[in-house]
């Protein structure tokens, strides 16, 4: 996708009849003005969207800045977008107003990415990329192309899915408007988009330790796990795949809701039915991107 100058770039959000951010504060009109002003002029933009707070912000405000027939969503499927997260990414996408386009990636395909080393994100989101250029930037029409990398993660070090936009030349709006994850859900309310306080799902492999195969059946065995978690009323977890150990983290609050009597036996009962021989909870709860960071973390 063709690079925007600066002096190619919009200014402001407020050149059409209406004000595209009628009720919000001042700060977060700022910065809904701010990722306007890092949209194209001019042509059609594809926003590379799964449904989560980052890219759907992304999204509800190219809508508003740039207008629905300037912008289409683009949602790769594979098997590891878990079935409830496509869905609710679809429901948000008609909600923002946006039409969206879903289309098979392949990354699975790839063995780089099936051996599952501490760059697989950079393989997953260079298929992805790839395909939108190849498959559907021309039969769309689309001139540029984003995606919703905030501030928080352009400064982190297990992101290398970052390296793949930059050699694709996709746009970031909100980590060049310097949107943090704060300032992303505060936005998110403002402009009404339902995902605004959902926590971060981040793709089914991520469950698998690195070095260890990414295969379609070990894909489907942590989703009906995660959804054998939600059911009970657990929104956020992880239940990460080794082997035959299914280990389950959720946040502290959880802990008491998920050993609960009766709880404790139907999520025993469903995990295991998930195809896992044992089933254990990890005291430390909750940690994000705790299998890249400590591959990244031993290497200095």
């Avoid at 894909?219 to 929104?235: F, H, K, P, S, Y």
Wanted: charged content about 25%; proline content about 5%.
């Amino acid at each position: 996708m063709t690079q925007i100058s600066q002096q190619t770039r919009r200014t402001t959000a407020l050149d059409g009849p209406s004000d595209p951010w009628q009720g919000c504060d001042e700060a977060t009109r700022a910065d809904a003005e701010a990722v306007a002003a890092r949209l194209p002029v001019t042509g059609r933009l594809g926003v590379a969207y799964s449904g989560g707070v980052d890219s759907a912000t992304l999204l509800a405000v190219a809508v508003r800045a740039l207008g629905p027939d300037r912008v289409v969503a683009l949602m790769g499927v594979s098997p590891s977008l878990a079935a409830d997260e496509a869905d609710l990414a679809r429901a948000i996408a008609a909600e923002a107003g946006a039409r969206l386009v879903e289309f098979p990636t392949h990354e699975g395909d790839n063995p780089l990415y099936r051996a599952n080393g501490a760059d697989r994100c950079f393989h997953c989101k260079d298929e992805l990329f790839t395909r939108i250029g190849d498959d559907v930037a021309s039969a769309e029409g689309l001139t540029h192309v984003a995606y919703g990398e905030n501030a928080d993660d352009a400064r982190r070090i297990d992101r290398p899915g970052s390296r793949a936009a930059t050699e694709h030349e996709v746009l970031r709006p909100l980590a060049d408007a310097g949107l943090t994850k704060g300032r992303v859900r505060a936005l998110a309310r403002a402009l009404g988009v339902r995902s605004a306080d959902k926590p971060a799902a981040p793709c089914l492999a991520s469950r698998i330790p690195h070095g260890q195969e990414v295969t379609p059946q070990k894909l489907q065995q942590v989703e009906a796990a995660e959804r054998a978690l939600r059911a009970v009323g657990i929104a956020d977890s992880r239940v990460r795949h080794h082997g035959d150990i299914a280990r389950i983290e959720v946040a502290p609050t959880d802990l008491a809701t998920l050993v609960a009597d009766g709880v404790r036996e139907e999520v025993v009962r469903a995990i295991k039915a998930a195809g896992f021989g044992y089933v254990t909870l990890d005291l430390v709860g909750l940690q994000s991107g705790a299998f890249t960071l400590q591959v990244l973390t031993r290497r200095g």
